[in-house]
Structure formats: C-alpha cells, structure tokens
C-alpha cells in the first residue's frame, strides 16, 4: 500500500513553532490551519487547552485580522498554563504571516514580535497486515 504525503501550499496545514527567542518554552507547539472560505481560515492550536480562532487575510495591504480566542476551560500545571497564555497572546496579536519556502511560516505580532514555525505532518499509522480479530 502506497501512502502519498500531503501536499499544502499557502498557510493552510500543519505548523509547529521552530524558533520563539521571546519564549523558548514554546517551541514544539502545533498549530492546524485550515481554509474555511476565500481570504478566511480557521487557526487551531492545543497546549492544555483548545485554543480556536477565525484569520481574515486582507490581500490588498497583507494585513490579517484574528477573531477572539476561543478556547476550552480546562485546569492544567502552572507552566502549562502560562505557555498557553504565551500562545493565546501570541495568536491574539497576529499582525502578519509569511510563507518562505512553503516549509516556513512566519508570524509577526502587533508588539513586533516574529515567530518562526515549520511545517510539519503526522505519521500516518501503520497499516494492518495481520488478522487482530484471532
């Protein structure tokens, strides 16, 4: 069986954050973009917590607006909890992303702050090649 890789273009995909200098404790951290409809894409991330928004690209200036952060209300350990702050600050403050190389994103804040993530794509699973049911 022949499993074909993903292939995404654009901001649409799988991210992970490759290099955060303000807050190194971040790195790792898995953002799902998906498009939802032209110029309009829906971000998720995870660290205790869901974390979901709506991304606005207005193409004529490159800008991109974030709709608040939604997010799950679970309790987690206290460095847990303060990465997630990190993060939720940090796609509430989107300002701009930038694709270099289709295997980078870039993310520049309000407050100046740039984020580098690279691309990043699950396994798939392993196929069944044996009977599980004897």
Do not use: D
Not at 14 to 35: A, D, L, M, R
């Amino acid at each position: 069986m022949n499993r074909g890789s993903l292939q995404f273009t654009g901001v649409e995909g799988t991210w992970k954050i490759s290099n955060y200098s303000q807050h190194p404790e971040c790195v790792g951290v898995k953002f799902e973009i998906k498009n939802q409809n032209e110029n309009t894409y829906r971000l998720h991330s995870r660290v205790v917590n869901s974390l979901n928004c709506t991304l606005e690209h207005h193409p004529t200036n490159n800008q991109w607006k974030v709709s608040p952060v939604m997010s799950t209300r679970m309790a987690g350990p206290p460095e847990a909890m303060n990465k997630e702050n990190v993060v939720n600050q940090l796609i509430s403050g989107i300002q701009s992303l930038e694709i270099q190389g289709q295997q980078q994103l870039v993310i520049e804040t309000n407050n100046g702050e740039q984020v580098r993530l690279e691309r990043f794509a699950e396994a798939a699973p392993s196929p069944v090649t044996q009977n599980i049911f004897s």
